[in-house]
C-alpha cells in the first residue's frame, strides 16, 4: 500500500527559484542556511575574512632603516673619496719620482762630460799653463842626513 504524503504548508519551507545565468554569475547569493529566513532562528557566527589587510610599519623602524642606508652611503662616499684622494696622491708621488729620475739622468751626463780627460787637459793647458814633459821625467835620491837636518831647522 502506498502512502499518502500531504504536504502541510508549515512543514515545508520553500526554496527561492533561480535563474541559472544568475547563478553562476554571482548575481544572487545563496542561503548558507535554509532556515534563515524563519523567524527566531540564530544563525552560527560565519569567519569573516579580511580583504587584505596589511599591518601598518612602525615610524620609528622606517626612520631607523632611513638612518642606516644614509650612513652607509655617506660610509661608502666618504670611501670613494677617501680612495681617489690617495690614488692622485700616488700619482703625484709617480710624477715627482719620474722628474727626480730625469734629473739625475741629466747630473750624470753633465758629471761625465765634465770629467772628461780631453776636458781637463785644455783647462789645465788654458788656465794653469800646464803642457806635458817633452823628454821623461829623471829620478833623483835625497840624502837621508840632509833631510833631518832640514827638519830640526824648521822646528827650532
Do not use: C
Request: aromatic fraction near 6%; charged fraction near 25%.
Amino acid at each position: 500500500m502506498a502512502k499518502n504524503y500531504s504536504r502541510n504548508p508549515i512543514d515545508v519551507v520553500d526554496m527561492p527559484k533561480f535563474n541559472d545565468r544568475q547563478f553562476y554569475n554571482n548575481a544572487i547569493s545563496l542561503p548558507l542556511d535554509p532556515q534563515e529566513n524563519v523567524p527566531g532562528y540564530a544563525l552560527p557566527k560565519q569567519n569573516v575574512r579580511r580583504v587584505n589587510t596589511k599591518k601598518r610599519a612602525k615610524t620609528s623602524n622606517i626612520v631607523g632603516i632611513l638612518f642606516l642606508v644614509a650612513t652607509a652611503a655617506l660610509l661608502y662616499v666618504g670611501n670613494v673619496i677617501a680612495v681617489n684622494n690617495l690614488a692622485k696622491e700616488v700619482n703625484d708621488l709617480n710624477v715627482k719620482h719620474n722628474q727626480i729620475i730625469s734629473t739625475n739622468e741629466v747630473i750624470k751626463a753633465e758629471i761625465n762630460r765634465k770629467a772628461s780627460l780631453e776636458r781637463i787637459s785644455l783647462m789645465a793647458q788654458e788656465k794653469l799653463g800646464m803642457t806635458n814633459p817633452k823628454e821623461a821625467p829623471t829620478w833623483f835620491e835625497v840624502d837621508g842626513e840632509k833631510v833631518i837636518e832640514i827638519q830640526k831647522n824648521l822646528h827650532q
